[in-house]
């Protein structure tokens, strides 16, 4: 029986696999899932960003909002800095209010009979030389001052803030499981060196060095460390995958779609190695200030 198998036999080394795997799927669904937020709030702000979108109040008579609609596109057109205005067709609004009212209450606005639904241009402007400040707006308040002009600064910048904010827990959640390997492995050697101190002292009458002594603990806390990063990885990834299969499923186009690619599997994928790597270096550290102590 080799002095690894010997060192490897306590409570301590059995137990510590599950508690790593528990830290491992923390830190693999945090990571995943903020790099997921992060990537659908980088396509949702460049699919809006260069955009602008003018909103006209819902006319009563017939043919007024078309006609105020043609003004608003005429007017938009001979200001520097905008490519192209195009009024958004009813059907197409009246899908952007059907998740919150319904295709039949949707649906009969369009006709005028239930809901007045305001009318929608879509405006695409120069990102190298954009229209100067309040240009748009001004030209639409010569039109009439009820027409509302939204450039979506307001959601790029809440955005931006929900992002950072998302990183920040991520990062936090990942320190403090990293924090939780480190310390239930220097528990765990720790409480090895203890439970196995008559066989150390042995192997140091046998003429073992300390540097053969700490890589049998090595490697100890490489296989567990090892066995549970793949076990929470395993976790954290079919989590991820349930998730992902539920966003399609849910995607309405009213907000980014959570989209898992490759970045974010390679993430969960190297959980197991360093989980592994963190348990040989602390195990090391342990064994051989602890032996240097027994000396």
């Known amino acids: 029986m080799s002095a690894g198998s010997v060192l490897g036999r306590d409570a301590a080394s059995r137990t510590m696999p599950w508690i790593v795997a ?41 043919g007024a909002a078309e006609s105020r ?25 009246a899908k952007l209010v059907e998740p919150w009212l319904g295709a039949d209450l949707a649906g009969s606005g369009i006709a005028g009979t239930a809901l007045p ?3 929608l241009v879509d405006i695409r402007l120069d990102t190298g030389n954009p229209p ?32 950072t904010a998302v990183r920040l827990t991520a990062g ?13 492995i220097v528990l765990a050697t720790r409480a090895a060196l203890a439970i196995h101190r008559d066989v150390i002292e ?22 567990m460390g090892f066995q549970g ?26 907000l980014p779609a959570l989209n898992l690619g490759f970045r974010e599997w390679m993430v969960v994928a190297t959980l197991p190695l360093a989980a592994a790597l963190i348990a040989v270096v602390v195990a090391r550290v342990v064994v051989m200030r602890a032996l240097a102590r027994m000396m």
């Open 22 to 62: 528990v830290m491992a799927f923390i830190a693999g669904l945090a990571l995943a899932l903020s790099l997921a937020v992060e990537g659908a709030a980088g396509r949702f702000a460049a699919g809006i960003s260069g955009n602008m979108t003018i909103e006209i109040p819902h006319a009563e008579l017939a």
């Open 69 to 93: 609609a043609n003004a608003v596109v005429a007017a938009v057109a001979r200001i520097p800095g905008v490519v192209s205005a195009t009024i958004v067709p009813r059907a197409e609004t």
């Open 117 to 119: 639904i305001p009318t």
């Open 132 to 163: 100067a400040d309040g240009a748009v707006a001004a030209a639409m308040a010569a039109i009439s001052p009820d027409i509302r002009v939204d450039d979506h600064r307001i959601w790029l910048d809440q955005l931006l803030g929900w992002v």
């Open 172 to 184: 936090a959640v990942l320190i403090c499981a990293a924090i939780g390997i480190v310390l239930t």
């Open 202 to 223: 042995i192997l140091h009458i046998i003429g073992a060095q300390d540097g053969y002594i700490a890589r049998q603990f090595q490697f100890q806390a490489l296989r």
């Open 229 to 254: 990063g793949v076990a929470g990885a395993a976790l954290a990834a079919l989590l991820v995958l349930i998730i992902g299969l539920a966003g399609l499923s849910m995607r309405s186009g009213l």
